[in-house]
């Protein structure tokens, strides 16, 4: 499992996310990947593009999944 760190920052929207974790190649694609509830949220379907992602948190798409730390 990979770790993302929020580098002081209190949260970070799921969209942007999967990009920055290089799951998508862009915004738009992840905002598609998402709202075809194919992402998990702490094994949860989650449809909400900007939901805020926040420590603690445990992120699943495609097989892969990273864990949020502040």
Same mark, same amino acid.
């Given at each position: 499992?990979?770790?993302?760190?929020?580098?002081?920052?209190?949260?970070?929207?799921?969209? %942007?996310? !999967?990009?920055?974790?290089?799951?998508?190649?862009?915004?738009? #694609?992840? *905002?598609? @990947?998402?709202?075809?509830?194919?992402?998990?949220? %702490?094994? !949860?379907?989650?449809?909400?593009?900007?939901?805020?992602?926040? #420590?603690? *948190?445990? @992120?699943?798409?495609?097989?892969?999944?990273?864990?949020?730390?502040?």
């Amino acid at each position: 499992m990979d770790i993302f760190n929020l580098d002081g920052h209190p949260c970070v929207e799921l969209c %942007d996310l !999967l990009k920055f974790q290089g799951w998508c190649e862009s915004g738009a #694609a992840a *905002k598609t @990947v998402i709202a075809e509830s194919l992402v998990q949220v %702490d094994e !949860l379907v989650e449809t909400r593009k900007r939901c805020k992602i926040v #420590a603690g *948190k445990i @992120v699943s798409f495609n097989g892969e999944s990273v864990r949020v730390e502040a």
